[in-house]
């Protein structure tokens, strides 16, 4: 379940996210935002990388508060896919050292209320897959092979497109490849998080009623009822 099927919570999340957002575009702002410069990671050098050190800092003394408050909220930020690590992908927490970070693009937010659809994650999983010649995580493996018998019927559409993506990417150079695929890897992470994690875009089970509705709706039914009521005392 995602940011998009809520009826209670969902307000209340949505609310805390526009927050999160608004902080994280201050923290972009060429002039007063957090450090950002070309940084180097493995063979190549990633522009537009950040310390996690930097970002910790930066939240300090934005918000006057503690190094624990600002610890914890920089998790949030990055678990919720705002920031994604460079050296680590599949942790997803703000280390508070010279490890390296980049913001992720603002189409992937969680507000903007995209659904992680199965082909989609099927083509990045079939892209993976040629990648890394079948080499796929354990829970990947499952994930691949369930979504080929789910939606078999499009599988050649998806196969298609993962060498499309894949032959695009490797048109990139070293550095934007490299940060690209981490970034995608972040946005599947926080959306189809693997066993174990805790998935932060789980609000539990539907709503019967959802509060967010439009109002039109509930006055539509009330009337219909008063009708059958008249009808029947008639």
């Known amino acids: 379940m995602t940011i998009r099927h809520q009826g209670q919570q969902y307000r209340p999340r949505m609310a805390f996210l526009q927050k999160i957002e608004a ?29 996690g050190v930097d970002v910790l800092q930066w939240i300090i ?4 508060i503690s190094n624990l408050e600002a610890q914890n909220l920089g998790n949030f930020i990055v678990k919720y896919g705002y920031i994604y690590p460079l050296q680590d992908p599949k942790n997803l927490v703000l280390k508070p050292d010279s490890s390296l970070y980049r913001f992720q693009t603002p189409y992937f937010w969680p507000t903007q209320q995209w659904p992680a659809e199965d082909t989609d994650y099927a083509i990045y999983l079939a892209k993976r ?9 354990e829970y990947e493996k499952e994930n691949y092979n369930f979504l080929n018998k789910k939606i078999n ?12 993506q894949y032959r ?20 599947w992470l926080v959306h189809r998080c693997p066993p174990g994690m805790n998935n932060v875009l789980d609000y539990g089970l539907d ?5 967010n509705e439009v109002k039109v709706n509930q ?16």
Not at 29 to 44: F, I, S
Not at 129 to 137: A, F, P, Q, V
Not at 168 to 187: I, P, S, V
């Open 207 to 211: 709503r019967v009623t959802d509060p």
């Open 153 to 164: 019927y499009k599988w050649d559409f998806v196969i298609m497109q993962a060498k499309e």
């Open 23 to 51: 902080l994280v575009k201050d923290m972009q702002n060429p002039e007063t935002g957090v450090k950002m410069q070309n940084q180097r990671v493995l063979v190549t050098s990633v522009p537009h990388a950040m310390t």
């Open 129 to 137: 897959n040629i990648k890394k010649k079948g080499i796929l995580e």
């Open 168 to 187: 695009t990417g490797k048109e990139r150079n070293k550095a934007d490849r490299y940060a690209l695929d981490c970034q995608e890897k972040a946005y």
């Open 219 to 234: 006055v539509s039914l009330s009337l219909s009822c008063l009708c059958t009521v008249a009808a029947w005392s008639s």
């Open 61 to 64: 003394q934005r918000l006057w």
